[in-house]
Nanobody, 123 residues
Framework: QVQLVESGGGLVQAGGSLRLSCAAS????????MGWFRQAPEKEREFVGA????????EYADSVKGRFTISRDNAKNTVYLQMNSLKPEDTADYYC????????????????WGQGTQVTVST
């Protein structure tokens, strides 16, 4: 079992930045690809970005490419989502997920999830 806990969400003005963290316990994250997803009210959970188990490979949704960066520190069992140039449409609950083997954009392919952290971007 892998337990994931997100943190770092909050209220920020448009154009601002936030850094989300996803801390794991139970097992080492070094065997898992990690993904970040978000879910706005009354919308389905959508892919934001993912990082391979080694950290050598990342991919992002078009909507956040160039603004968001995923990184990981396997020694700390933690994954990060740096969000810059935030827009009101980035407002959502953000979730990290863990997936054995390679990274994926598919929500259902992630076996473990955190409880989410709320991000609100004001105009």
């Amino acid at each position: 079992q892998v337990q994931l806990v997100e943190s770092g969400g909050g209220l920020v003005q448009a154009g601002g930045s936030l850094r989300l963290s996803c801390a794991a316990s139970g097992r080492t994250l070094s065997n898992y690809a990690m993904g970040w997803f978000r879910q706005a009210p009354e919308k389905e959970r959508e892919f934001v970005g993912a990082i391979s188990w080694s950290g050598m490979s990342t991919e992002y949704a078009d909507s956040v490419k160039g603004r968001f960066t995923i990184s990981r520190d396997n020694a700390k069992n933690t994954v990060y989502l740096q969000m810059n140039s935030l827009k009101p449409e980035d407002t959502a609950d953000y979730y990290c997920g863990a997936r054995f083997r390679g990274k994926s954009e598919v929500v259902q392919s992630y076996a473990y999830w955190g409880q989410g952290t709320q991000v609100t971007v004001s105009t």
